[in-house]
């Protein structure tokens, strides 16, 4: 036991020097380095189509802000934290992307993280509290706890941090396949089937990307990480709309909420929001 505790503190202690030498800033002191080849298009950018493929994030976000102001209006303006933290994580992962240091790796999962505990806090059904947590501001502080702790333990082992964020994520999509249960509205059952029909293809460009490298080289084509950024976009837009959809019809009174598609509403093309039709709501349910 005494050897394991002085091999762990060993490894550690060797990893901190390392960094302290290299300086986290420095291009690929990050321990995670993606499929496509590094400065093949360019001398200063590691990964150039990883980096490119964020600038989804700076189209999106300001979208999505603009399509769910109404809702958040009516519902609370800490909404929009979810989609302005999407745009710190886009700059971050090109950051990650272009450096492939420690420091970008750190600032791309911890912002992820943070966009994470704002969409727990704002979001998750209150009938799904705990048992002991009696109001959202008390369930936000809970997050909030986990989230600190969270935060302080990614620098104990950074190459895990992506799979721990992964396991909120399949939490997430497990919450809305829960909702969906009960739902009966054909619109809202689309949209879900659609936000986790685009997670699914996202994630299997991720793992793919992570363990099936030597394939995809083969084949010259190591693109899956740059796919994988734009379907998870696609995929948060889609699952933010649902929630704001759920959460307006349980949380705010007489709201009517009907969803809609931007740019074309009668094709159910493009990017879904929630419009509040109230104040004539009867009935509470999906
Ligand atoms: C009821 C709970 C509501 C929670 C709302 C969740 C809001 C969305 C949260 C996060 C946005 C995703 C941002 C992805 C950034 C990608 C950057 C990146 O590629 N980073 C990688 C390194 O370059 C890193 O390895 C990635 C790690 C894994 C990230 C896990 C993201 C979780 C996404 C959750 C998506 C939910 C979709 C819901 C569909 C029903
Ligand atoms: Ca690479
Ligand atoms: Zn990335």
């Given at each position: 036991?005494?050897?394991?505790?002085?091999?762990?503190?060993?490894?550690?202690?060797?990893?901190?020097?390392y960094?302290?030498?290299?300086?986290?800033f420095?291009?690929?002191?990050?321990?995670?380095d993606?499929c496509?080849?590094?400065y093949?298009?360019?001398?200063?950018?590691?990964?150039?189509?990883?980096?490119?493929?964020?600038?989804?994030?700076f189209?999106?976000?300001?979208?999505?802000?603009?399509?769910?102001?109404?809702?958040?209006?009516?519902r609370?303006?800490?909404?929009?934290?979810?989609?302005?933290?999407m745009?710190?994580?886009?700059?971050?992962?090109?950051?990650?992307?272009?450096?492939?240091s420690?420091m970008?790796?750190?600032?791309d999962?911890?912002?992820?993280l943070w966009?994470?505990?704002?969409?727990?806090?704002?979001w998750?059904?209150?009938?799904?509290?705990?048992?002991?947590?009696?109001?959202?501001?008390?369930?936000?502080?809970?997050v909030?706890?986990?989230?600190?702790?969270?935060?302080?333990?990614?620098?104990?082992?950074?190459?895990a941090?992506?799979?721990?964020?992964?396991?909120?994520?399949?939490?997430?999509?497990?919450?809305?396949?829960?909702?969906?249960?009960s739902?009966?509205?054909?619109?809202?059952?689309?949209?879900a089937r659609?936000?986790?029909?685009?997670?699914?293809?996202?994630?299997?460009?991720w793992?793919?990307?992570?363990?099936?490298?030597?394939?995809?080289?083969?084949?010259?084509?190591?693109?899956?990480?740059?796919?994988?950024?734009?379907?998870?976009?696609i995929?948060?837009?889609?699952?933010?709309?649902?929630l704001?959809?759920?959460?307006?019809?349980?949380?705010?009174?007489?709201?009517?909420?009907?969803l809609?598609?931007?740019?074309?509403?009668?094709?159910?093309?493009?990017?879904?929001?929630v419009?509040?039709?109230?104040?004539?709501?009867?009935?509470?349910?999906?």
């Amino acid at each position: 036991m005494s050897d394991l505790i002085l091999q762990v503190a060993g490894s550690w202690t060797g990893r901190v020097q390392y960094v302290v030498m290299a300086g986290m800033f420095s291009y690929e002191s990050s321990e995670v380095d993606w499929c496509e080849d590094n400065y093949r298009h360019s001398e200063t950018v590691a990964e150039y189509f990883n980096t490119m493929s964020n600038i989804i994030f700076f189209v999106v976000s300001p979208i999505m802000l603009y399509l769910l102001h109404p809702y958040a209006k009516e519902r609370s303006l800490a909404v929009h934290l979810v989609w302005i933290m999407m745009i710190f994580v886009g700059l971050f992962s090109m950051y990650f992307h272009m450096t492939l240091s420690l420091m970008g790796q750190l600032l791309d999962e911890l912002s992820i993280l943070w966009v994470i505990a704002v969409g727990y806090s704002v979001w998750f059904p209150r009938r799904h509290f705990p048992f002991f947590i009696k109001s959202r501001s008390t369930f936000s502080w809970m997050v909030l706890a986990i989230t600190v702790i969270t935060t302080v333990s990614s620098f104990v082992k950074p190459v895990a941090n992506a799979y721990a964020l992964n396991f909120f994520a399949v939490h997430v999509v497990y919450s809305v396949a829960v909702e969906m249960r009960s739902c009966t509205n054909p619109r809202v059952l689309r949209l879900a089937r659609q936000a986790i029909g685009v997670w699914v293809l996202a994630i299997s460009c991720w793992i793919s990307d992570r363990f099936g490298c030597s394939f995809w080289k083969t084949i010259n084509f190591c693109y899956l990480h740059a796919i994988w950024h734009i379907l998870i976009v696609i995929a948060t837009a889609y699952g933010s709309s649902l929630l704001s959809y759920l959460d307006a019809l349980y949380e705010i009174p007489n709201s009517q909420p009907v969803l809609q598609y931007w740019p074309c509403d009668s094709w159910d093309l493009g990017l879904p929001y929630v419009i509040l039709k109230g104040p004539n709501k009867t009935k509470k349910s999906c």
